[in-house]
């Protein structure tokens, strides 16, 4: 998990303290015409050629329980240049919250209502894919889907100290399910 210090080095103003336990929700279908709404809103102010914005994270994945917050996936050109987008997105109300050099470049937006978490990486990051492959697999696998499920609600119950911390959790059955996507590909 990363440490107080890691958090606080990345993040732009005051870490959110949450100690309390996550509040999950039961899929809800309007998630993906939020995320729609949203996806027209950032492309019709971002001012670039090739982009991807995709709806990733458990409020993509029908029939999965998440959070009640949206994680939009956007591919830039390069995204350490943050000029070439971070004034576009604050205009419509987001705001820059996470900065990650040394993990691809990642820079994280919050946007509200809808909450989102905006995830931006260059198009040609392997994380960028990965959380893609990681969402069609659960979309279309639904034993993985209901493991991670499962774990994901055995660790809600607990009280966290950031958001962050229940996130880093979830690696170890993240990582057996890119596992498994890993092993199906090489077949």
Not at 76 to 102: C, F, H, M
Request: aromatic letters at 8%; a negative charge.
């Amino acid at each position: 998990m990363p440490s107080d210090k890691y958090l606080k080095q990345v993040t732009l103003g005051e870490v959110k303290i949450l100690n309390d336990k996550i509040n999950l929700q039961e899929y809800n279908p309007d998630w993906a015409d939020m995320f729609e709404e949203e996806r027209k809103r950032i492309l019709n102010i971002i001012n670039m050629k090739n982009v991807l914005i995709e709806h990733v994270g458990s409020t993509s994945v029908p029939n999965l329980c998440a959070k009640p917050i949206l994680d939009i996936l956007l591919g830039v050109q390069n995204s350490a240049d943050e000029s070439s987008y971070i004034p576009a997105l604050e205009s419509i109300g987001y705001t820059l919250k996470i900065r990650e050099p040394d993990w691809y470049e990642h820079r994280m937006l919050k946007g509200f209502n809808p909450e989102v978490n905006l995830h931006v990486f260059s198009l040609d990051c392997e994380e960028l894919q990965k959380m893609i492959q990681f969402r069609d697999w659960l979309i279309h696998n639904k034993d993985d889907r209901e493991r991670y499920a499962n774990v994901k609600r055995m660790l809600a119950k607990k009280t966290w100290k950031y958001l962050q911390n229940y996130a880093d959790a979830k690696s170890t059955i993240v990582g057996e399910i890119l596992e498994h996507i890993k092993e199906q590909n090489n077949k």
